[in-house]
């Protein structure tokens, strides 16, 4: 391995080298160690990952640290087919969407933290208002293919799994701390080790800054112990546990266009809203090796996350205290003199078990690999908006007291053939969800049930160790949210499951020495997607139709080093996504109830008026490059430009926004924003110093106009060390 990459690993990881870049994988890495730690890993080695029949990339440890990425959007943009879309400037409530999939509050993508859900309601309520801090993970996995049916229970488009780190064979860690622009801190501490059977880490993160806007600002602390106990030779124990706070000035409205003309891209009068969330989390994982080819792995989690939210205004269109008038003209509002606010009070708890059998075969004379297992899953939703006097702070009115319950079990089973240089894959998912709903302001309530059968087939072939091609297709699901499946009456809303076909065709390849390139064309055919327009809290109503999404991403790496043997090293690396198609094929017909489906966008949905329109939020093109380079003393600089295309924010497809609207519509121009990293490691300390600058140019942009207009983050310095001892 080359001497540059050694002293990134976190200590209880190996790298194993594909096309010269680094996989980091989260097994024991000395040879004194005993320890099997029990991780549910998609990639556990450089055979594994041959023989999956589908994309795959593996983000490394030495990839984030070089970049210097300071929030999980940043990390992500290096993937293709990932679609990363900032919010807040911060990365604490991330919209990812993957292959032309609507990102918002990340409800179409799957996120997993060492192989267990990581959303606080991946069935009942599949967003995003919590995410740990990028420092705490090792590596990041995204799958897209067949093979994600083994997870579940969103299987559209990908799949993200984040690995943490293991304890290492001897005591060591690390003390980071890093400071810049707008009030940017970010202190970091990670030591663990190894005695006789046990091993132990911690890693506790502190970050605070201001936000990509006025009165924003954020203030998060993470802690993380992981524990791991060899049992004896056949059993392995790994506990974790987690506890995530965050308190923040922040508000969930954006702006309207009138506001940003008058009073620039970074205005935000809400200085009185704020943000406060805890979550707590635990896991014990129990590896059992039945003998050398058959392995039991066991998960059992559970997650508690707590989040009130007081916001004066939720969106561009609220009109409390008459904002909504003035906004609209672009005239200043004054917070203080409005006596309300809103409390959107949130208690989520999830849990479950999970089994998972992986058994090594010989049938027939052929070579087979067996995945199956089962998960019962558990959620509560406890969901409380509270309205009050600002000035007074007395509680007016009860807006909602709802009780949500999801009980989700599911079964998977996936038999890899090896016949010499192919593989053959054929798995089946199945899931069964009941839904219950109780509103406790009028003791209405409801149940609801729904089952699917996702089958899934795969085919790899790897005639030598330089190239692997691949092609797949399984069936999408994505389960309704129980408060869209359930109204707030207790009946039952015919709204049903997301379903595709997904098909896609791709190669690995390490050509020669310090190359590796993957490619796929995918297409995803939606017999079914349920589409929010530009709210995501559903003021815009929900509606379902079929859509089509089609395209190729692209992943290149090359290291000028390796190939032509020289410790100096330049390399090249691009990640680029291609969305050709992102359409309705159908007209939409409205979920909602009442008379939310008779606005004008509604109606217009339900007769077609928009099939061939692009779906909003999916920009045809998306790439990030890097250019570098690494000097053998230590030194490495490197160049980062991240493209994303223009996109529409409606249905409607809706071209230059209004002078005076709401901010909610009009098209979102394509930009351009170049990142800057050094690094130097001092080997006489092992320490290493960096420095890196963000939107080196300040490029003012557009991100989001969902509940208004939201802007990118403006030019970060940033500075810091790591002492490794």
């Not at 506001?259 to 635990?282: H, L, Q, S, V």
């Not at 998977?412 to 509103?439: C, K, M, Y």
Request: net charge negative; aromatic share 10%; proline share 5%.
């Amino acid at each position: 391995m080359p001497k540059k990459y050694s002293h990134l690993l976190i200590p209880g990881q190996i790298a194993i080298l594909l096309g010269h870049s680094p996989i980091l994988l989260a097994v024991p890495a000395a040879e004194d160690s005993e320890l099997e730690m029990p991780v549910v890993e998609i990639v556990d080695s450089a055979e594994t990952l041959q023989k999956i029949p589908g994309t795959i990339n593996v983000l490394t440890q030495e990839e984030l640290f070089e970049s210097h990425v300071f929030n999980v959007n940043e990390a992500l943009r290096k993937i293709p087919g990932v679609n990363a879309r900032d919010e807040e400037g911060f990365g604490m409530r991330p919209n990812i969407g993957i292959r032309g999939m609507n990102p918002t509050r990340s409800t179409k993508t799957l996120l997993l933290e060492d192989g267990i859900p990581l959303s606080y309601a991946p069935y009942g309520d599949n967003a995003s208002y919590y995410h740990p801090p990028i420092e705490r993970f090792a590596s990041i996995e995204v799958l897209k293919g067949p093979s994600q049916i083994l997870y579940g229970p969103q299987t559209i488009t990908g799949t993200i799994n984040y690995l943490t780190p293991n304890p290492p064979s001897k005591p060591g860690g690390y003390l980071s701390f890093t400071g810049g622009t707008r009030d940017f801190y970010d202190g970091h501490f990670n030591y663990g080790g190894t005695v006789g059977d046990f091993g132990g880490l911690v890693d506790i993160t502190h970050k605070e800054s201001r936000g990509a806007r006025d009165n924003t600002h954020s203030d998060i602390n993470d802690f993380n112990i992981k524990g791991v106990y060899d049992i004896d030779a056949s059993n392995a124990l790994t506990i974790r546990a987690n506890y995530f706070q965050e308190d923040s000035q922040l508000t969930y409205s954006g702006i309207t266009d009138a506001e940003m003309r008058n009073f620039g891209i970074r205005y935000n009068p809400f200085k009185n809203d704020r943000m406060m969330t805890d979550r707590w989390g635990t896991s014990v994982t129990h590896q059992y090796s039945i003998n050398n080819n058959a392995t039991l792995t066991t998960n059992v989690y559970w997650s508690h996350f707590h989040r009130d939210w007081w916001r004066q205004a939720s969106t561009t269109t609220d009109n409390q205290c008459g904002f909504n008038t003035a906004r609209l003209n672009g005239v200043a509002v004054n917070p203080d003199a409005c006596n309300s606010i809103q409390g959107r009070l949130r208690d989520y708890y999830s849990y479950g078990v999970e089994p998972r059998l992986h058994v090594n075969h010989k049938t027939l004379g052929v070579d087979n690999e067996l995945d199956i297992g089962f998960r019962a899953h558990f959620e509560e939703q406890q969901r409380i908006q509270e309205n009050k006097q600002f000035l007074t702070g007395t509680i007016t009115s009860f807006a909602e007291r709802n009780e949500r319950e999801t009980d989700a079990y599911s079964g998977f089973a996936q038999n890899r053939f090896i016949l010499g240089d192919w593989s053959l894959t054929p798995g089946v998912r199945i899931e069964h969800v009941d839904f219950r709903r109780l509103n406790k302001l009028t003791n209405a309530a409801g149940d609801t049930t729904l089952t699917e059968i996702l089958p899934a087939f795969g085919i790899a072939h790897t005639p030598n160790d330089k190239i692997t091609t691949f092609f797949g297709f399984h069936g999408g699901f994505a389960p309704p949210r129980a408060e869209d499946t359930l109204s707030n009456v207790g009946t039952v809303v015919d709204v049903g499951p997301e379903k595709s076909w997904n098909y896609e065709v791709g190669v690995r390849t390490k050509p020669y020495k310090g190359a590796k390139l993957d490619a796929t064309l995918f297409h995803a055919d939606f017999l079914q997607q349920n589409a929010v327009g530009s709210i995501a809290g559903g003021s815009t109503p929900l509606a379902a139709g079929q859509a089509l999404y089609q395209g190729a991403e692209l992943s290149a790496r090359q290291d000028f080093g390796p190939l032509f043997d020289s410790d100096h090293n330049v390399y090249l690396q691009a990640a680029y996504t291609w969305v050709g198609t992102a359409e309705m094929t159908s007209a939409f017909r409205c979920l909602a109830t009442g008379t939310d489906c008779n606005n004008d966008t509604a109606r217009a949905m339900a007769n077609g008026n928009f099939v061939g329109n692009r779906l909003p939020y999916s920009p045809e093109h998306n790439l990030t490059t890097t250019i570098g380079y690494a000097h053998p003393s230590g030194f490495d600089l490197h160049l980062e430009t991240v493209y994303v295309g223009e996109q529409f924010s409606d249905f409607a497809n809706t071209g230059t926004a209004p002078v005076n609207g709401n901010g909610q519509t009009g098209k979102i121009d394509d930009y351009v924003v170049l990142n800057v990293a050094t690094t130097y490691h001092a080997k006489p300390i092992n320490t290493d110093f960096f420095v890196s600058l963000k939107n080196l140019l300040d490029e003012t942009y557009i991100v989001d106009r969902t509940r208004g207009i939201l802007p990118g983050s403006p030019r970060l310095v940033q500075a810091g060390f790591k002492v490794n001892f």
